[in-house]
């Protein structure tokens, strides 16, 4: 200790901090000053002085942050912001601590969604492949909102639509599976099915075929009060070309944007939707 510091506790009635030089080494062997003085709540200053006064050599600057690096990616329950093990990324994703987890991105952290995701199918997630939320709530992490991807060029392709449009026929348990009939017309009264989609008997209509319109515009028009514009193109968010219930058709400007994120965005749109309702039919 310094004269200057011995003569600043005498004046201040403090005394220097009790401990041996042997236990003091061996805590400055694998700690920093920092974490020694946390431990045993005392000031830096204490450890600073204590090492000085037994004439232990004291580790340069970046020595001593690697020490605590090292510490602190080993033992983050000593840490102070400590959360359990459920931090966020920052981008909406959760992560949590599994050190020993092969897909660990950084301290030991693991994406939550890929942990749950092999806990339900009971194998890891294949190389290569991304798991994907169904409803675009990244913190949503049960089972039945992650589906497997083969790549990330899947991701942003028609792949994704699909999952989602199955995703939703899930949700809606009346809805009927999809039925694949045959291409020719097959006549049912006034209603015919054209490949997959249905035409009723309207003449009247701008957009009529020898006097048939597809049954999911007319629908579109009467819950939306307007007529749909020649140029857009209405989809069925649950992929079954004629289900044309109202809450499921959407309107898309274009045939463009029918096949760009704006289907995806409207069918994570129209889960939330049906969860919602869900979890609220639920509430006693």
Same mark, same amino acid.
């Given at each position: 200790?310094?004269?200057?510091?011995?003569?600043? !506790?005498?004046?201040?009635?403090?005394?220097?901090?009790?401990? %041996?030089?042997?236990?003091?080494?061996?805590?400055?062997? !694998?700690?920093?000053?920092?974490?020694?003085?946390?431990?045993?709540?005392?000031?830096?200053?204490?450890?600073?002085? #204590?090492?000085?006064?037994?004439?232990?050599?004291?580790?340069?600057?970046?020595?001593?942050?690697?020490?605590?690096?090292?510490?602190?990616?080993?033992?983050?329950?000593?840490?102070?912001?400590?959360?359990?093990?459920? @931090?966020?990324?920052?981008?909406?994703?959760?992560?949590?601590?599994?050190?020993?987890? *092969?897909?660990?991105?950084?301290?030991?952290?693991?994406?939550?969604?890929?942990?749950?995701?092999?806990?339900?199918? $009971?194998?890891?997630?294949?190389?290569?492949?991304?798991?994907?939320?169904? !409803?675009?709530?990244?913190?949503? !992490?049960? *089972? =039945?909102?992650? #589906?497997?991807?083969?790549?990330?060029?899947?991701?942003?392709?028609?792949?994704?639509?699909?999952?989602?449009?199955?995703?939703?026929?899930?949700? +809606?348990?009346?809805?009927? =599976?999809?039925?694949?009939?045959?291409?020719?017309?097959?006549?049912?009264?006034?209603?015919?099915?054209?490949? +997959?989609?249905?035409? @009723?008997? #309207?003449?009247?209509?701008?957009?009529?075929?020898?006097?048939?319109?597809?049954?999911?515009?007319? $629908?579109? =028009?009467?819950?939306?009060?307007?007529?749909?514009?020649?140029?857009?193109?209405?989809?069925?968010?649950?992929?079954?070309?004629?289900?044309?219930? *109202?809450?499921?058709?959407?309107?898309?400007?274009?045939?463009?944007?029918?096949?760009?994120?704006?289907?995806?965005?409207?069918?994570?749109?129209?889960?939330?939707?049906? +969860?919602?309702?869900?979890?609220? %039919?639920?509430? *006693?």
């Amino acid at each position: 200790m310094t004269a200057y510091s011995e003569l600043y !506790n005498r004046i201040c009635g403090r005394k220097a901090w009790a401990i %041996s030089k042997q236990e003091l080494a061996k805590l400055y062997s !694998n700690k920093s000053i920092t974490q020694i003085a946390n431990e045993y709540s005392v000031s830096t200053a204490s450890v600073w002085n #204590a090492l000085k006064r037994y004439n232990i050599a004291i580790r340069s600057k970046s020595s001593g942050l690697k020490i605590s690096w090292k510490n602190r990616s080993k033992a983050p329950l000593s840490q102070g912001n400590w959360k359990g093990g459920h @931090v966020s990324d920052g981008k909406g994703y959760v992560l949590i601590y599994q050190k020993n987890h *092969p897909r660990t991105i950084k301290k030991g952290y693991v994406y939550e969604h890929v942990l749950n995701w092999e806990k339900a199918h $009971n194998q890891p997630v294949p190389k290569g492949y991304i798991i994907h939320h169904l !409803n675009g709530v990244r913190d949503d !992490n049960c *089972p =039945e909102n992650l #589906a497997l991807l083969p790549s990330k060029q899947a991701h942003s392709t028609w792949t994704i639509i699909q999952l989602l449009q199955k995703r939703i026929r899930e949700l +809606e348990p009346n809805t009927k =599976e999809i039925v694949l009939l045959p291409c020719s017309k097959t006549l049912i009264g006034k209603r015919y099915y054209d490949r +997959e989609y249905v035409r @009723v008997y #309207a003449p009247d209509h701008p957009r009529g075929k020898h006097g048939y319109v597809f049954e999911h515009i007319i $629908n579109w =028009e009467k819950a939306n009060k307007k007529e749909a514009p020649l140029t857009s193109i209405i989809h069925h968010l649950n992929g079954i070309k004629d289900d044309n219930r *109202p809450e499921n058709l959407k309107m898309i400007p274009s045939r463009q944007e029918h096949t760009t994120w704006t289907i995806v965005n409207l069918q994570r749109q129209r889960i939330k939707e049906i +969860e919602l309702k869900q979890k609220e %039919s639920a509430i *006693p």
